[in-house]
């Protein structure tokens, strides 16, 4: 295992009581990268991210950051390693009852020692970062679902955070937006220095941004290819590798929401 | 069913073949199954079976039903089928239905559960039900814990808005239902009382019943349909729509965060709509002494004065504070646990109301009991 690794997973196995979603995941994330986690719909790929920022908890398996067992640790060390995460939720996950700038300012309340007029500013600047400058003062309900995505984002990167996870950044964007997400996230990566995981089954934004990348496989319950998306395109003897990243007649549902 | 298309089979040498005719519409229904039993109970002897669509009028969805179902039979029975005479159109929908077979396992087959299965599953679903509102309880008593310590998470602003709404917005609906409350009681009494010549005593009967009982009980019961279900609703949608995942992962606990402040003004709000209930419900006892019987407002009041003991208001606002916590905890409870979709959380909300009205019940049987063992 390269020492770089920034997230490492291993053996995990995901389940919904006695169903079993996903047996005995093992992959690494290098850091720095962009990790994209491939799959159909319903083959467990947000389930996967959920197990990574402990929503869920795993059947069998471990998850590490660095060298730390995100699994194993303690409520409190949990809590400090969740601190360096963003997230951003399929729909945004803002709070409908605060105002753009009290969603993102609500974790630099909490974990920083900042006044409340600085804690504004800086919203007011994470925001101007993903291209709502102005809208501080607006409920999630008053802007699109792409300026939402978008809100989210600004809360996610509120505490520079070293890891960001996606879960379908692109889902109900149209194509224009979900590029302009997708050179965002590429953006934030260099300017945070960030690893970014991201969970999606849109092939344009996959070699858009992938360095690397996993698909799961809803049928074998299981990683069926690893690697840069294009090496697997060029390289994959294996049919339904082939068939997912090129939009394959054999699984025409694949490029479909849900 | 006049007009409607209809089929007949004849045999031609070693194939059946099967004529269909007329308009099929949907609107006009399907051929009965056992139509198409009987017309195939010859085709086990027939090598294959052969379309005629001579005399076949237009057709939509319900002849392609019609002839999967026979293809599909015919499948069962090992006999050959020529579809070349069937409308083209009809062919590629049938080859769009049988493009993908049907996965192995998909189809749910309904088990009907012994007794015994049932039990245990209804058991263990108790069992867990119960765990889930220890593990709730405990969760609580320590955010009110890091609350008097003055460690919470919570936004005081939040605590204000859930102040505010569960005291002076419940204002109008309280007034109405005690001062009906009141006025309910005193007829009642006053019918009885009169028999008596003992009019008068509709005072100490209303003033008592509201002190004690009927403040609390009320302003608790409109607080869990109205207060308690809003609850459960709130943190159901911000279930649904992932905001109780994104406070989690910003490790700030949604027991502090969202349930703290909803705990702490109900439970504060309470006794003092409980209070502002009994005194309403008094005042419409006075209306109804004063109007139907002979009874001045002078009377009335000196006669609740008397009537009234500090004790009788204490053990009313004492136990409104109790069941505050318990409406709240319901509504909080079953919005944290609520499903994601539209239904679950309007099952969360009317969980939430019933389980806050039974628990105010069962403890105001137990403060009963209590209060009279004390000798309250």
């Known amino acids: 295992m390269a020492t770089d690794a920034h997230i490492r997973v291993h053996g995990l196995t995901m389940a919904y009581g006695s169903f079993v979603l996903m047996r005995d995941l093992t992959f690494a994330v290098r850091r720095g990268a962009v990790f994209v986690v491939m799959g159909g719909s319903g083959s467990g790929k947000s389930t996967l991210l959920r197990h990574l920022i402990g929503l869920n908890e795993p059947a ?6 660095g060298d730390v067992s995100f699994t194993r640790a303690t409520p409190e060390a949990r809590e400090g390693m969740l601190r360096r995460f963003g997230v951003l939720y399929q729909s945004g996950a803002l709070f409908s009852s605060l105002t753009l700038a009290e969603n993102v300012g609500l974790p630099l309340g909490e974990y920083t020692h900042l006044s409340p007029a600085e804690i504004r500013e800086v919203a007011a600047l994470k925001l101007a970062l993903v291209g709502l400058r102005g809208f501080e003062d607006y409920y999630p309900s ?10 989210g984002l600004a809360r996610a990167i509120a505490l520079d955070p070293e890891i960001l996870f996606f879960d379908e950044p692109s889902a109900g964007l149209d194509p224009v937006s979900s590029r302009r997400l997708d050179d965002l996230i590429l953006e934030l990566r260099h300017s945070l220095g960030a690893t970014v995981v991201v969970v999606t089954h849109e092939l344009a934004s996959i070699f858009a941004i992938a360095d690397d990348s996993v698909l799961l496989d809803a049928d074998s319950r299981t990683i069926i290819a690893s690697g840069p998306p294009r090496e697997l395109l060029a390289q994959s003897a294996d049919p339904r590798v082939h068939a997912f990243l090129t939009r394959g007649e054999e699984r025409p549902g ?3 929401h849900g | 069913m006049s007009g409607s298309g209809t089929f007949s089979v004849a045999r031609v040498d070693d194939a059946l073949c099967v004529h269909l005719t007329g308009v099929w519409s949907l609107d006009r229904g399907l051929p009965p199954p056992a139509a198409l039993e009987r017309a195939l109970e010859g085709a086990a002897s027939a090598r294959r079976v052969v379309f005629d669509t001579a005399g076949l009028g237009t057709w939509d969805s319900s002849l392609v039903t019609f002839v999967a179902q026979l293809v599909e039979r015919c499948m069962r029975l090992g006999v050959g089928i020529e579809r070349r005479g069937l409308p083209p159109g009809l062919l590629r929908l049938l080859a769009l239905a049988e493009a993908v077979p049907e996965k192995a396992g998909a189809r749910a087959h309904p088990v009907r559960a012994s007794i015994a299965v049932r039990i ?3 058991t263990i679903a108790a069992w867990q039900e119960a765990v889930g509102w220890l593990a709730f309880l405990g969760g609580a008593t320590l955010a009110l814990g890091r609350f008097l310590i003055g460690r919470a998470r919570y936004r ?9 709404d569960a005291g002076a917005r419940a204002l109008p609906i309280v007034t109405l239902i005690s001062f009906l409350v009141g006025m309910i ?10 028999q008596f010549g003992a009019s008068i005593y509709v005072a100490n009967m209303v003033a008592i019943a509201m002190a004690r009982e009927m403040g609390a009980m009320m302003t608790a019961i409109i607080m869990a349909g109205r207060t308690g279900s809003a609850y459960a609703a709130q943190l159901g949608t911000m279930n649904v729509s992932q905001e109780i995942d994104a406070l989690t992962t910003m490790g700030i606990p949604a027991m502090d965060f969202l349930v703290l402040p909803r705990m702490l003004a109900l439970s504060l709000m309470l006794p003092l709509l409980a209070v502002y209930a009994d005194f309403v419900g008094i005042v419409g ?9 002979d009874v001045s407002l002078v009377q009335y009041w000196e006669q609740t004065k008397s009537a009234l003991t500090v004790t009788d208001f204490t053990t009313g606002v004492g136990k409104s504070a109790v069941f505050g916590i318990l409406v709240a905890v319901a509504g909080c409870l079953q919005g944290l646990r609520s499903g994601r979709s539209a239904a679950a959380v309007g099952a969360s909300a009317t969980a939430a109301v019933v389980s806050a009205i039974v628990l105010v019940i069962v403890a105001d049987g137990l403060f009963a009991v209590v209060f009279n063992i004390l000798g309250i």
């Open chain 2, 156 to 164: 005081r602003v939040d605590l204000a808005i859930e102040l505010q």
């Open chain 2, 185 to 194: 009681m005193a007829f009642v009494g006053a019918v009885q009382l009169q």
């Open chain 1, 142 to 151: 008053q802007i699109s679902g792409g300026m939402q995505k978008r809100a």
């Open chain 1, 254 to 256: 694949a490029e479909t």
């Open chain 2, 285 to 293: 006892g006075a209306v109804v002494a004063t109007g139907m019987l």
């Open chain 1, 60 to 65: 069998a398996g471990e998850v590490f950051y």
């Open chain 2, 120 to 122: 245990g599953t209804a």
